[in-house]
Every structure is written in C-alpha cells, then in structure tokens.
C-alpha cells in the first residue's frame, strides 16, 4: 500500500512569495495534519483536518491556511514568506486522529 | 517549558549494546504516547504507540510509559548500524485535541560497527 505522499520535494522560494504544499494520505485515512520541523526540532504541529472540517491549529500566524478535498488531500498555503519559514514541513494521516503515519516532507529553503 | 523534554544527545553506542532513550512531560493530560524515528532528511516513521502506564514490546524495541512521574522510555536491544537515527518521542491529549501530536527535539543515535 501507499504510504503519505508530499509534493513538492524540495521548494526555493525568495522573501515574500507564497508557497503551496501537497499532501495525499494514505488510502481510507480521513484525517490529516501538517507539521512544521526546523532543523533540529522536533516537528512543531500547524493544523489538523479531519473530514474536509478543520479540527485543530497551532500557534502559528494566519499566513499559514490549510484546506482539506472531498478526497481527503490537503493543502498547506504560506503566504509573505519569512526567512524563519524555512523548513521541513510534514503532513500525517490517520484514520481517526490517533496513529499518525507522515510523509517524507518537503523542505524548504527561504531566500 | 517546553511541554516535552527529550535530551538531544548525541548518543553513541557500540553495535549489541542496549540503548536507553528517555522523555520527560509536563502536563497530565497526555493520554497516548509514541516514539517515532526519523532518519536523515527523511518524514518520522511510527516504531511505538501506546495508551497509559506500562510497557509495550515490539521485536527488539520496548516502550514505557510511567504516567506517575511523567516519564517515557524506548529501550532497543542488541542495537544495529541500522538503527542509527534521530528518536522522536510524542505525546497526545486526546478528545477534542485527537490528533495534536507534542514532540520531543529528538536524540541522534548513533550505533558503530
């Protein structure tokens, strides 16, 4: 089976751009959540979809926005991108909310 | 403070040994606790899950919890070359916050030949 896929890989973006990140649970998975892992941190939590309905967010500012598709794909947005905004951005899924499986992340890199 | 303590390391260790890896909580509302571990460059990878006190056993791997002193541990016998990573632990509330997983930094392993 497919695990949790991410697109892009890797994303160079300059000061100020916006950025859009792909995520695809694993099939059957109705939850997903986006996760943000500067280097040598553990992953810090940005949202929780469940049910195309958001359920959760963290202390991150409303540059970052989410959205989750009728086939339970996500969307991360980061718009007016900062320095600090580069990272390891994850997304988990899970079928309840209770094991978390994540994707290989995408990493990016602010200019 | 942070809402989970993890030691960093690094930690080295000779291949066979046993390994002991530890986090600490500050908040008894955690219900649910993991260990994950992530290689370099690479998303987490589930190793352990578990609800509550007590321990938990999966091949070579062992997880316990001890919800009195808000303690977390993974033991890993006869650790191997491949089991060089960083070890993520992770904790979870629960009802209406399922799903917000709080992690630890992570400690960096290393398990020579």
């Known amino acids: 089976d497919a695990g949790v896929t991410q697109s892009p890989t890797h994303l160079i973006k300059t000061r100020g751009q916006h950025v859009t990140l792909r995520c695809s649970p694993i099939?059957?998975?109705?939850?997903v959540s986006w996760y943000q892992q500067v280097l040598g941190q553990g992953p810090q939590f940005i949202f929780q979809?469940?049910?195309?309905?958001?359920?959760g967010r963290g202390n991150f500012p409303d540059r970052f926005s989410a959205r989750q598709f009728p086939n339970y794909s996500s969307e991360l947005n980061v718009n007016a991108l900062l320095l600090g905004d580069s990272a390891l951005y994850l997304c988990?899924?899970?079928?309840?909310?209770?094991?978390?499986?994540f994707g290989p992340g995408t990493r990016l890199t602010v200019l | 403070q942070k809402e989970v303590e993890q030691d960093p390391g690094p930690l080295s260790v000779p291949e066979g040994a046993i390994v002991s890896l530890n986090c600490t909580y500050s908040?008894?509302?955690?219900?649910?606790f993991m260990w994950y571990r992530q290689y370099s460059r690479k998303g987490p990878e589930l190793l352990m899950y578990?609800?509550?006190?007590g321990n938990k056993e999966d091949g070579r791997f062992t997880a316990q919890v001890d919800k009195s002193s808000k303690y977390i541990s993974l033991f890993i016998r006869d650790s191997q070359p491949s089991d060089s990573a960083t070890y993520l632990c992770?904790?979870?509330?629960?009802?209406?916050?399922?799903?917000?997983?709080?992690f630890g930094r992570g400690t960096q392993l290393t398990v020579w030949p």
């Open positions: 988990a899924s899970s079928s309840s909310g209770t094991e978390q499986f």
């Open positions: 099939s059957g998975h109705k939850s």
């Open positions: 979809y469940y049910e195309k309905e958001e359920r």
């Open positions: 908040n008894s509302a955690f219900q649910y």
């Open positions: 578990t609800y509550s006190s």
């Open positions: 992770a904790t979870e509330k629960g009802g209406s916050t399922l799903g917000r997983l709080y």
